[in-house]
């Protein structure tokens, strides 16, 4: 840790407020809160940090502070600064973006909208809904119960006559004056956001008062209608297999977590009925506690909510549970409590939270348990101290010695992580040695992730025999990392080369070990090649492009990044090159490519010339893009 960093930590104030690590470029590493930041903040002096932390330490140079009056602010500030900065090594929600809301606008006339993104517009949101088909059947259900508008027209009541949803009473009709007041319109919308929150015992309250008050004014279609409607709600609030004979409006939070990947999963209880279910995901470089994560979860999971519980129900305590619940409270208006029910109906709904989240965690990650043999059978094989859950795989493609790539490839926790893949371009020597280049692009590899994090696979793999092996043990022997395990696999034999191992392994062929070396040495392959054949394309394109007069090396990158072939180059029309070149320079560039067209063709170019003052213009705009 650097000197300055504890220096500036041991000057932070006696206050509540956030904190914010950043590294040697000014980024932010990290932001926490805390209800005092004098005491918080050394406790990542220790070393008992979770490896997360540990490695966000390692990067630290600095630390800085916001003072807040509360607790609770400093969790609203946490927030915001984790939304807008979003920090490396702090827990954010994966996927919600993608799940369906349905939204009720703010406006004299509010409108119910099928959406997938929620915005700061003051609109009230619902959901997320799972699957995303639920979202619009209760669309539709929110229509024929309460007649809630879903058009984007602007109502003025000026329409000489509705459109097909009123005729269909799915609609009450706004858009036409006289079909609808706006109190029984406001009294529809409050009826669907009851709706929609799960408060369904007020609404089948209030909806009785209602139908008994119009059949005592003899009102006997209103009656009717509000006694139908009556059914419908409870025959949808009584679906759900758990409930509760209370009526109570709680969040159940089941964790799953897994090496560096975690599923959460949050059952909706309403009015005592378990209406919805939602889940979020997080993938971190390293693993989490699940208390820590379900401390920086929290904060972001409910500043999305429109509906807020009264209670939630959680497996374990967290970190600032009294600023959470202070926050919360003053968000929906009333106390919100946390609890951790250990014994009776309570505990066994979340122990059914956990089951989910358990089932979240293998749909989302893919994880069969059947695939953990292939991690036991290779360290059994390979003499390890543990199954590997992180192999990193290493392959070399050229054209004949030329334009030489090594690729990497990367399997982690029971899947191919193609986000994670890396390539190098070999620079430190020119011709063909395979040797050479494994050697450098591990070298470069593992000096980096010393560099930055310190963590590394459990397995690397290098695709070659014992010459290939030899030269990645070398360069990891010059990073001092030659406990890193390091195996290789030969092509035609399928034999596998170990440091120190005087004879090669051979497995049988339908060894899970094997498969799972041969997989990943397959994708590397396959990734070598394809990154191979790219860069050739987009280095043909580059040195043709070179050829082009005027053209620069600007507009020669802008013009490879846009068009990425000679081809689609060449038939690019007039305008559309004048419009990213300008009048005078796209008007050149297709001249030319026009004439390399007909030489092509064998035939002579048909290009009109320009007028004198449109040459001039040329020749300038030529001077000044070189």
């Not at 932390?53 to 609203?76: G, N, Q, R, Y």
């Not at 799972?516 to 043909?540: P, V, W, Y």
């Not at 081809?567 to 320079?585: K, M, N, Q, W, Y």
Request: glycine residues 8%; hydrophobic residues 40%.
């Amino acid at each position: 840790m650097h000197d300055d960093l504890r220096r500036q930590i041991e000057a932070l104030p006696d206050t509540p407020g956030i904190y914010v690590f950043r590294n040697l470029a000014g980024e932010a590493l990290y932001v926490g809160k805390a209800k005092s930041l004098r005491k918080r903040v050394p406790a990542y002096l220790g070393r008992d940090l979770e490896p997360r932390l540990a490695a966000m330490i390692e990067l630290a140079v600095s630390v800085e502070c916001v003072a807040t009056a509360t607790e609770a602010a400093a969790l609203m500030l946490e927030n915001n600064w984790i939304k807008r900065h979003r920090p490396r090594y702090n827990v954010l929600l994966r996927d919600d973006k993608t799940y369906p809301y349905l939204k009720l606008t703010r406006e004299p006339w509010p409108r119910l909208v099928f959406t997938r993104r929620i915005r700061q517009d003051g609109a009230e949101y619902f959901g997320p809904y799972l699957p995303g088909g639920l979202a619009r059947r209760a669309l539709k259900l929110v229509q024929k119960l309460f007649g809630v508008r879903v058009c984007s027209i602007e109502i003025d009541g000026g329409l000489p006559r509705p459109c097909l949803y009123h005729d269909m009473k799915r609609c009450l009709g706004p858009c036409v004056a006289g079909l609808t007041s706006s109190a029984e319109y406001a009294e529809a919308v409050e009826g669907a956001r009851l709706f929609l929150g799960g408060k369904t015992a007020p609404l089948c309250k209030s909806l009785r008062t209602q139908m008994e008050a119009a059949a005592e004014n003899l009102e006997f279609e209103r009656a009717a209608r509000l006694r139908d409607l009556l059914a419908e709600i409870e025959r949808q609030s009584s679906r759900s297999p758990l409930s509760s004979v209370h009526e109570e409006d709680i969040d159940l939070f089941g964790v799953a977590v897994h090496g560096n990947q975690a599923a959460v999963s949050i059952l909706v209880m309403r009015s005592g009925q378990v209406l919805d279910r939602r889940e979020v995901f997080w993938e971190g470089e390293s693993a989490a506690s699940p208390p820590q994560l379900l401390s920086e979860l929290l904060p972001q999971i409910y500043d999305l909510t429109t509906f807020l519980p009264k209670e939630l129900h959680l497996p374990f305590e967290v970190d600032g549970e009294e600023a959470l619940a202070d926050w919360m409270s003053e968000r929906k208006g009333e106390r919100v409590y946390l609890r951790h029910p250990e014994r009776g109906p309570k505990a066994e709904r979340l122990r059914i939270a956990a089951k989910d989240a358990e089932f979240a965690f293998r749909r989302r990650y893919r994880l069969d348990p059947s695939r953990d043999a292939a991690p036991r059978a290779l360290a059994r094989h390979l003499g390890l101290a543990k199954p590997p859950r992180w192999i990193e795989g290493f392959d070399i493609s050229n054209l004949q010695g030329t334009a030489v790539i090594a690729s990497m490839v990367v399997w982690r926790d029971g899947r191919i992580r193609k986000g994670e893949y890396r390539s190098f371009n070999i620079r430190s020597f020119v011709g063909q040695d395979d040797f050479r280049s494994i050697g450098e692009a591990v070298e470069r590899r593992y000096r980096r992730l010393r560099e930055e994090s310190g963590v590394f696979p459990d397995l690397v793999l290098i695709d070659g025999g014992r010459g290939q092996l030899g030269a990645a043990a070398a360069a990891l022997a010059g990073l001092q990392l030659e406990d890193l395990p390091l195996v290789s696999i030969a092509k035609r034999e399928e034999e596998l080369y170990l440091p120190g191992a005087p004879e090669p392994l051979r497995l049988p062929r339908r060894d899970e070990g094997l498969r799972l070396l041969q997989m990943l040495r397959d994708e590397a392959h396959r990734f070598a090649i394809s990154k191979h054949r790219r860069q050739r394309t987009t280095g043909s394109l580059r040195s043709r492009l070179e050829e082009i007069p005027g053209v620069g090396p600007v507009r020669r990158r802008l013009l490879a990044h846009r068009y990425g072939t000679w081809e689609r180059l060449s038939a690019a029309p007039l305008p559309e090159l004048e419009a990213v070149l300008g009048r005078a320079l796209g008007g050149a560039v297709h001249r030319h490519l026009t004439e390399v067209a007909a030489l092509a063709a064998g035939a002579p170019a048909a290009a009109p010339a320009l007028p004198a003052a449109d040459a001039a213009d040329a020749d300038a705009d030529s001077r000044r893009i070189d």
